[in-house]
T-cell receptor, first 109, second 113 residues
Framework: GQSLEQPSEVTAVEGAIVQINCTYQ??????LSWYQQHDGGAPTFLSY????GLEETGRFSSFLSRSDSYGYLLLQELQMKDSASYFC??????????FGQGTTLQVKP | NAGVMQNPRHLVRRRGQEARLRCSPMKGHSHVYWYRQLPEEGLKFMVY????????ESGMPKERFSAEFPKEGPSILRIQQVVRGDSAAYFC???????????FGPGTRLLVL
């Protein structure tokens, strides 16, 4: 089968750093994406890793280890507006995305 | 450059009626994907289409659901004889090519009474 696991909830304070982990078990792995979703709105693309290593985009970074079937999203200098749900998703060889259940991030003042 | 557009944003149907959800991909994108999201859950893949072709419908229920992406016009997700369990948010995404980054529309929230 195909499955992704990520924590259901994470809480952090403004200005802090938070890491959201994602482990996956899939076939036909092409890459790992991260999406942000506010209150059931449109999922917004954040980052994509096809190869091992770290990708940095502003305050957000994403890491992938294909040998460990593991990745994480790192959010730095947290702001209140970062409170949202974060989904990891595996790209399959047919183009479809397989999503995790999502991590709800709550940023507190 | 307009993003992915979906309409209607909200749709209310009674059991047994038909629901038609529309999706216009981003300009230059020829790959369309439909996903369904239940409250507090992740998105579940339903179907992947290119113009006039269904590429992967492995996530689509075998009965009552169908999808198309005609040569002209938006992609349509059609649900016949809706039941209460069909109530969900339906998101469309598009990409310029296969296995490239997918960009999502605002979704259609379907409520079946």
């Amino acid at each position: 089968g195909q499955s992704l696991e990520q924590p259901s909830e994470v809480t952090a304070v403004e200005g802090a750093i938070v890491q959201i982990n994602c482990t996956y078990q899939t076939s036909g792995f092409y890459g790992l994406s991260w999406y942000q979703q506010h209150d059931g709105g449109a999922p917004t693309f954040l980052s994509y890793n096809a190869l091992d290593g770290l990708e940095e985009t502003g305050r957000f970074s994403s890491f992938l280890s294909r040998s460990d079937s593991y990745g994480y999203l790192l959010l730095q200098e947290l702001q209140m507006k970062d409170s949202a749900s974060y989904f990891c998703a595996v790209s399959s060889n047919t183009g479809k995305l397989i999503f995790g259940q999502g991590t709800t991030l709550q940023v507190k003042p | 450059n307009a993003g992915v557009m979906q309409n209607p944003r909200h749709l209310v149907r009674r059991r047994g009626q038909e629901a038609r959800l529309r999706c216009s991909p981003m300009k230059g994108h020829s790959h369309v994907y439909w996903y369904r999201q239940l409250p507090e859950e992740g998105l579940k893949f339903m179907v992947y289409l290119q113009k006039e072709n269904i590429i992967d419908e492995s996530g689509m229920p075998k009965e009552r659901f169908s999808a198309e992406f005609p040569k002209e016009g938006p992609s349509i997700l059609r649900i016949q004889q809706v039941v209460r369990g069909d109530s969900a948010a339906y998101f469309c995404a598009s990409s310029p090519g296969e296995s490239e980054t997918q960009y999502f529309g605002p979704g259609t929230r379907l409520l079946v009474l």
